[in-house]
């Protein structure tokens, strides 16, 4: 008591409109009210496409880590451990769960992780994956050998390379391709790119992923570290057998010279070896050296005659953001990969190829694919019908649906349209040169923030594809995922600021406007 008398008897050098008291309610009231606000949100079914049901073998199951039969398909017993461990969430039976090897699970304890902003993890939704005897599973493996075999060809080519000529034609003739088309056909100019606003706009890397980077006192030049042409993995049975049991793999051969990304081998291993919001962060520091015409027009300050952003509607607050947005992503990504599809890689997929052409094993795989050029081709050169890999390893050891690259980088972006202005044109638009050791410059339509970051997701999401580890739909709800993440997060702090402003006003992927309040 002696204390608080003290205390008390000390000058009170407060101002401001609140007292201590009185800021203490309202901050209560800001977090019930966003409590209340997701409490109210209707609650989210989860379909899945009910391939894990239907067999029983669980050939249409992620069952990477754990032991498997000579056919590649999982021990039965292990696989029911492992449903066991995620239906009760209980830690001794996640310790329990059988490897077939030194490679352990990725984490499936995040999937039950609460988060104090934005709606939960588990009451966010995604759309029902192909299942795997359909058509459009057919088209997107189908799409992914395709980039296996086109890996070294720089985009500069891809209008008159002989294998993306063909890919293109190719894949217009499946039934169920869902990637991008121009008169009902993929082209050369569409090929592997993504469905967003402005993404078959300029060249296939978006200028985030090529532009200098401003970084504190230093600049990062955009040349990275890539393998050498044609280092491919998992293409003999053994290989590949051994690595869905969970073995070390060998180490990748890597290219002594950095270089800026010119192909899809070199884009895949950006993907490989970023760290999980390094586009996002890059985009944003790019972003911030445009300079206040660059800002969202909603911005409350650029109209103040006496103040500017920093703390808020600055660069700390828009880089915390789109840091910020990238673990919840991946809670969100974990949540579905482990508690709802437990869909298989295409690694695993490319695994069921090989067995079933070569009469090891019958299985539903849509005759579009078995009847394709590009299984012709991948066999004619590897000898084998699986899908070669970029990475040594193959895909992590975690289902494949959605993909958690997507899920970040779409998060991200959300977050940088919502601060800056999507219209604006990027100045001195660049391209890589056709050995990546330069950049050159590009001089056809103008390229936009929006536009731009929409092709950052893409370039992000579909790196994984080109490298064999995620198939197209697994990034592409990953990016919505991830957008619906950052909404919502955006949606709760929108609440908390003191300015005068109006919301966060942006395009969605999906070409549609949305203002957040």
Same mark, same amino acid.
């Given at each position: 008591m002696a204390k608080r008398n003290k205390s008390n008897n000390?000058?009170?050098?407060?101002?401001?409109?609140?007292?201590?008291q009185k800021r203490s309610e309202k901050a209560f009231r800001v977090r019930h009210k966003a409590a209340c606000s997701q409490m109210e949100l209707p609650l989210t079914e989860h379909p899945c496409n009910g391939d894990e049901q239907l067999y029983p073998t669980k050939i249409a199951s992620f069952s990477k880590g754990l032991p498997h039969n000579s056919l590649g398909e999982v021990d039965l017993q292990a696989y029911n451990q492992l449903i066991k461990a995620l239906k009760t969430g209980n830690k001794d039976h996640l310790e329990s769960i059988p490897l077939g090897g030194d490679v352990k699970i990725a984490n499936p304890q995040a999937a039950y992780v609460f988060d104090l902003a934005g709606t939960d993890c588990h009451n966010l939704d995604i759309a029902v994956p192909p299942s795997f005897k359909s058509a459009w599973a057919a088209g997107e493996m189908a799409e992914l050998y395709w980039q296996a075999l086109t890996r070294d060809v720089s985009f500069h080519e891809y209008r008159t390379n002989p294998l993306t000529i063909e890919a293109a034609s190719e894949l217009s003739s499946f039934t169920d391709f869902r990637g991008p088309k121009i008169g009902g056909k993929v082209t050369t100019g569409t090929l592997f790119r993504g469905i967003t606003p402005g993404d078959l706009t300029g060249p296939y890397i978006s200028q985030?992923?090529?532009?200098?980077?401003?970084?504190?006192?230093?600049?990062?030049?955009?040349?990275?570290?890539?393998?050498?042409?044609?280092s491919d993995h998992m293409t003999s049975y053994d290989q590949w057998l051994k690595i869905q049991n969970g073995s070390t793999p060998a180490a990748p051969l890597f290219d002594p010279t950095p270089r800026y990304i010119r192909n899809g081998r070199d884009l895949g291993e950006y993907v490989h070896q970023d760290f999980s919001f390094q586009g996002p962060l890059s985009a944003c520091l790019v972003l911030l050296s445009f300079g206040r015409e660059a800002l969202d027009i909603y911005n409350p300050y650029?109209?103040?005659?006496?103040?500017?952003?920093?703390?808020?509607?600055?660069?700390?607050?828009? $880089?915390?953001?789109?840091?910020?947005? /990238?673990?919840?992503?991946?809670e969100a990504a974990w949540f579905q990969k482990f508690l709802v599809h437990r869909r298989l890689r295409p690694e695993e997929f490319g695994g069921r190829v090989h067995n079933h052409?070569?009469?090891?094993?019958?299985?539903?795989?849509?005759?579009?694919?078995?009847?394709?050029?590009?299984?012709?081709?991948?066999?004619?050169?590897?000898?084998?019908?699986?899908?070669p890999m970029a990475y040594p390893e193959g895909c992590p050891i975690h289902p494949a649906y959605p993909a958690g690259h997507a899920a970040i980088v779409? /998060?991200?972006?959300?977050? $940088?349209k919502a601060f800056f202005k999507e219209s604006f044109k990027i100045p001195n638009p660049v391209t890589a040169s056709w050995d990546g050791l330069s950049l050159l410059p590009y001089s056809g339509k103008p390229l936009t923030i929006g536009g731009e970051l929409n092709k950052l /997701?893409?370039?992000?999401?579909?790196?994984?594809?080109?490298?064999?580890?995620?198939?197209?739909?697994?990034?592409?709800?990953?990016?919505? $995922?991830?957008?619906?993440?950052?909404?919502?997060i955006l949606r709760d702090y929108s609440a908390t600021y003191h300015e005068k402003f109006t919301g966060f006003s942006f395009t969605k992927f999906d070409g549609t406007r949305i203002t957040i309040k």
């Open positions: 000390k000058k009170k050098c407060l101002i401001g409109p609140l007292n201590g985030f992923l090529l532009k200098n980077v401003p970084y504190g006192g230093t600049t990062i030049i955009q040349r990275y570290r890539t393998t050498l042409a044609g650029l109209k103040s005659e006496t103040q500017d952003g920093f703390i808020t509607f600055g660069a700390p607050h828009i $880089l915390d953001l789109v840091t910020k947005v /990238a673990r919840a992503a991946l052409l070569m009469g090891a094993a019958s299985y539903p795989i849509n005759s579009e694919l078995l009847h394709s050029q590009v299984i012709s081709k991948v066999f004619s050169q590897f000898r084998s019908y699986l899908l779409g /998060a991200g972006a959300t977050v $940088l /997701a893409a370039n992000i999401s579909l790196g994984r594809n080109t490298a064999g580890v995620h198939w197209r739909s697994d990034g592409i709800e990953g990016l919505k $995922l991830g957008e619906a993440v950052a909404i919502s």
